[in-house]
T-cell receptor
Framework: LAKTTQPISMDSYEGQEVNITCSHN???????ITWYQQFPSQGPRFIIQ???TKVTNEVASLFIPADRKSSTLSLPRVSLSDTAVYYC???????????FGSGTRLQVQP | GAVVSQHPSRVICKSGTSVKIECRSL??????MFWYRQFPKQSLMLMAT?????????EQGVEKDKFLINHASLTLSTLTVTSAHPEDSSFYIC???????????????FGPGTRLLVL
């Protein structure tokens, strides 16, 4: 399973755009990149998934360069409710168990 | 997205008793479910992979006789913590792989978790 590296924590203010970058140098050809959000005492919530280039949904955008060795989760105009831990995972579309790293703890301040 | 439920959401039990946690996929069929454990301020750790109709696959260090997993149908997996002890107190989270059924994004969806406290 490809290992991921992401910042331990990030701080932001309401209304700002937040970009969280994840490194996955050993990503395999069949691997997708998936991001989850977790609030305290809750299960992770699926945010977005992509394979290459750019993916956008109503919540976030995911940018993946051509070499796929990294990816960037972009959260537009964050609010206080976006304070959470964000996990970047790499795997075979979820068919296999996911290996969670330490995640990025995002703190949004007013 | 697809919905996965867990029951109970929290449970308190005495040391030595057994506790059963249910994980259900509500709007899709899941041939594969996963069980994770999360201690405070830590990340999720995979305990086992549950496949419908077959024995679960446990991660190294997880006692299969202590954490019994049953995946009897395509929408239900259960985790039974047998003879629970205080060190088993944790947050237990299940997930289910949606596959291509139900028109959902093909990925893993997580339940809300079950907080277990063993006194």
């Amino acid at each position: 399973l490809a290992k991921t590296t992401q910042p331990i924590s990030m701080d932001s203010y309401e209304g700002q755009e937040v970009n969280i970058t994840c490194s996955h140098n050993n990503i395999a050809t069949n691997d997708y990149i998936t991001w989850y959000q977790q609030f305290p005492s809750q299960g992770p919530r699926f945010i977005i998934q992509g394979y290459k280039t750019k993916v956008t949904n109503e919540v976030a955008s995911l940018f993946i360069p051509a070499d796929r060795k990294s990816s960037t989760l972009s959260l537009p105009r964050v609010s206080l409710s976006d304070t959470a831990v964000y996990y970047c995972l790499v795997g075979d579309t979820g068919r296999r168990a996911l290996t969670f790293g330490s995640g990025t703890r995002l703190q949004v301040q007013p | 997205g697809a919905v996965v439920s867990q029951h109970p959401s929290r449970v308190i039990c005495k040391s030595g008793t057994s506790v059963k946690i249910e994980c259900r996929s509500l709007d899709f069929q899941a041939t594969t479910m996963f069980w994770y454990r999360q201690f405070p301020k830590q990340s999720l750790m995979l305990m086992a992979t549950s496949n419908e109709g077959s024995k679960a696959t446990y991660e190294q260090g997880v006692e299969k006789d202590k954490f019994l997993i049953n995946h009897a149908s395509l929408t239900l997996s259960t985790l039974t913590v047998t003879s629970a002890h205080p060190e088993d107190s944790s947050f237990y989270i299940c997930s289910a792989w949606s596959g291509t059924s139900g028109g959902h994004q093909e990925t893993q969806y997580f339940g809300p978790g079950t907080r277990l406290l063993v006194l």
